[in-house]
């Protein structure tokens, strides 16, 4: 399949009605429920990965006889972040059963493709369970597989039997994990389901509020822009923001560059201005170089936050972009209206890749 990225594939996908094989675990047993799943596939070959994080490299063939989970992932994105602490929780209470939780890192943004990255991003999120570097697409390619996050589970024999893409499910999911093992011989000693306490970036979005989509900035894949006199692409150009944003319409002012992945700021005192409707919102963005941080300031309404701050502002709005990655601007904490969120870059360098929301 092509290596093309589709707006899909980082979109939410929900799973608010329960699927035919969930409805057959409610009225069947343990192990005749695992065999109504229907094989959807082989596990296919690992053989593509890179690098290997937290393990030795694995194999397919070596995997025989464990219930595999793999979950695709990149680690900017949001989606995959709200379903790290069940996939989290499951590889904990259940590996001395015989499970095996792979999360296949398949990048994005050039950046997320860099080893150095990812080990950072590895260590600062706390995965412990094996990670496999697809940086070239084989893995992801070789599963067919179109969205961040997806999850593939795996019976003992090797057969992919279950499937879940985008947020939600875990209960089903966690489900298809017991029923798998139960079927290898290695039932779990408890029934119950993970009880999870997320927090952070990983606490599940407000879906009831959530009126603003995934927003990228770079001219590829960019839509709703409003600065006065349209985008200038590969060349630094000053913009104007107008008076007034629709909603999930977004502006630069100052000296920018609009490449075809991001946003990069050339001078000082720009802003990058976003009309939005959710009660977080994240920007991923990154330094231009290496050690080199760019300061910012980040404005709710033409007002500092205060408790309305993310976790990577204080709440006078002030943030520091370093690493690359994802940064939690806004985490509102009462009624969810309308806002205008602007971000004021202090110094030149940062690029802006991608709003998204929760």
């Not at 509102?332 to 360098?349: H, V």
Request: proline fraction near 5%; aromatic fraction near 12%; include cysteine.
């Amino acid at each position: 399949m092509s290596n093309e990225f589709s707006r899909d594939r980082r979109d939410f996908i929900g799973s608010a009605a329960m699927s035919v094989a969930g409805a057959q675990f409610a009225a069947s047993g343990v192990a005749d429920a695992a065999a109504l799943l229907p094989v959807e596939g082989t596990l296919p070959s690992f053989g593509g990965a890179v690098e290997w994080l937290n393990t030795r490299p694995l194999t397919a063939s070596a995997l025989r006889g464990k219930v595999v989970v793999t979950e695709f992932w990149t680690y900017t994105c949001i989606n995959w972040r709200r379903t790290l602490p069940y996939v989290r929780a499951w590889a904990d209470k259940y590996k001395d059963q015989g499970l095996v939780v792979i999360g296949v890192h398949t990048p994005e943004f050039g950046f997320e493709k860099e080893l150095p990255n990812v080990r950072h991003a590895v260590k600062q999120i706390g995965i412990t369970f094996p990670v496999a570097i697809d940086s070239n697409y084989a893995i992801w390619n070789a599963f067919a597989n179109e969205y961040w996050p997806a999850l593939y589970f795996v019976d003992a024999q090797g057969r992919i039997r279950h499937h879940q893409f985008g947020e939600g499910g875990y209960e089903e999911s966690e489900r298809v994990v017991q029923q798998l093992l139960a079927q290898a011989g290695r039932p779990s000693a408890s029934a119950e389901l993970v009880s999870v306490n997320p927090s952070g970036v990983e606490v599940a979005a407000d879906w009831a509020t959530l009126n603003s989509p995934e927003t990228y900035l770079g001219y590829e894949r960019s839509d709703s822009f409003a600065s006065t006199g349209g985008a200038v692409l590969d060349q630094r150009h000053v913009y104007g923001a107008p008076a007034s944003l629709a909603l999930n319409e977004w502006a630069l002012e100052g000296d920018w560059t609009l490449k075809m992945d991001s946003a990069v700021f050339n001078g000082s005192n720009g802003r990058l201005v976003y009309r939005f409707h959710a009660r977080d919102a994240n920007l991923i963005m990154s330094a231009p170089a290496q050690g080199r941080a760019v300061r910012f300031r980040v404005l709710i309404d033409g007002r500092p936050p205060g408790a309305a701050h993310g976790s990577d502002i204080d709440e006078h709005g002030n943030g520091t972009v370093a690493e690359p990655r994802m940064y939690q601007l806004i985490r509102q904490p009462g009624s969810i209206a309308d806002r205008q969120l602007e971000i004021q870059f202090l110094e030149p360098g940062a690029a802006a890749f991608d709003f998204t929301f929760g």
